[in-house]
Nanobody
Framework: QVQLVESGGGLVQPGGSLRLSCAAS????????MGWYRQAPGKQRELVAVFVSGSRTNYADSVKGRFTIFRDNAKNTVYLQMNSLKPEDTAVYYC?????????WGKGTLVTVSS
């Protein structure tokens, strides 16, 4: 099993930055796929950014050039650096991991972009 704990959400003004963290309960070397999804009110959950295998990443078109996913293997933590935030980035952000063909989710952290 994998437990995931997110942190770093909050209220930020348009154009601002936030960094989200996702700490895993096991070595992230052993996790096949790990990254971030988000769900805005009234919308379906969508992929934001993910490590798909090794260091290869995949980003939603809406966040390319603004968000960066990176990780600290020693801390078993994956991060999402979010810059140039827009009101449409407002959502609950969830950390996801695929381990031994099973999906694991964190409880989510709320990001609100508003002036």
């Amino acid at each position: 099993q994998v437990q995931l704990v997110e942190s770093g959400g909050g209220l930020v003004q348009p154009g601002g930055s936030l960094r989200l963290s996702c700490a895993a309960s096991r070595s992230i070397f052993s996790i096949n796929r790990m990254g971030w999804y988000r769900q805005a009110p009234g919308k379906q959950r969508e992929l934001v950014a993910v490590f798909v295998s090794g260091s290869r990443t995949n980003y939603a078109d809406s966040v390319k050039g603004r968000f960066t996913i990176f990780r600290d293997n020693a801390k078993n933590t994956v991060y999402l650096q979010m810059n140039s935030l827009k009101p449409e980035d407002t959502a609950v952000y969830y950390c996801n991991a695929v381990f031994l063909d099973m999906d694991y989710w964190g409880k989510g952290t709320l990001v609100t972009v508003s002036s």
